[in-house]
T-cell receptor, first 112, second 114 residues
Framework: GQQVMQIPQYQHVQEGEDFTTYCNSS?????IQWYKQRPGGHPVFLIQ?????EVKKQKRLTFQFGEAKKNSSLHITATQTTDVGTYFC????????????FGSGTQLTVLP | DGGITQSPKYLFRKEGQNVTLSCEQN?????MYWYRQDPGQGLRLIYY???????QKGDIAEGYSVSREKKESFPLTVTSAQKNPTAFYLC?????????????FGDGTRLSIL
């Protein structure tokens, strides 16, 4: 079945280093959303990307949607300990009646 | 404050027992969702509802049942037919539109087998 593949599964960085997580789909996505889940918490919506090649920024976070709308990335510049958590992408396929499909997430650990 | 309330926070199920997880929202959202989260995995959709008195199966509906008698409430029953119910269950809600609106999540219920 259709899946959204997300890599890496785990990432450990030193505070101040950059971090990137990637999502890939074999078929074209209608849109993609990103969520953050803090340890012991629930997912919180970060952003939605809809247009081909779209780039959005939220302070140190940069979100990109590929030109073919089959991949997306989240980049965090100069990580802080408050960035700790699991980052999920969630996509909807073009022409699909399905709801959001979540990737497996990237668990980020920031070492002080 | 508007939000989604899930209860209980922790739940234990005996073999052969049905249990019901509560989800209430006061965000005036039309759509509500139930997800299951297992360690190291993403969220998998169990059931969703876009309007009162109507709901649809998600990817892993077997062993679960839901009802949507009120806009604010979407309880999930984990039946005895669900052989591996131990997981973190998340309820979410959103407005309904053509572009899949952001989902707002409750704090979740952790279900374990005794």
């Amino acid at each position: 079945g259709q899946q959204v593949m997300q890599i890496p599964q785990y990432q450990h960085v030193q505070e101040g280093e950059d971090f990137t997580t990637y999502c890939n789909s074999s078929t074209t996505l209608s849109n993609i959303q990103w969520y953050k889940q803090r340890p012991g918490g629930h997912p919180v919506f970060l952003i939605q990307l809809v247009k081909s090649g779209e780039v959005k920024k939220q302070k140190r976070l940069t979100f990109q949607f590929g030109e073919a709308k089959k991949n997306s990335s989240l980049h965090i510049t100069a990580t802080q300990t408050t960035d700790v958590g699991t980052y999920f992408c969630a996509g909807v396929w073009v022409g699909s009646a399905r709801q959001l499909t979540f990737g497996s997430g990237t668990q980020l650990t920031v070492l002080p | 404050d508007g939000g989604i309330t899930q209860s209980p926070k922790y739940l234990f199920r005996k073999e052969g027992q049905n249990v019901t997880l509560s989800c209430e929202q006061n965000l005036n959202h039309d759509a509500m969702y139930w997800y299951r989260q297992d360690p190291g995995q993403g969220l998998r959709l169990i059931y969703y509802s876009q309007i009162v008195n109507d709901f649809q199966k998600g990817d892993i509906a077997e062993g679960y049942s839901v009802s949507r008698e009120k806009k604010e409430s979407f309880p999930l029953t984990v039946t005895s037919a669900q052989k591996n119910p131990t997981a973190f269950y998340l309820c979410a809600s959103s407005f309904v539109s053509g572009n899949h609106q952001p989902q707002h999540f409750g704090d979740g219920t952790r279900l374990s087998i005794l």
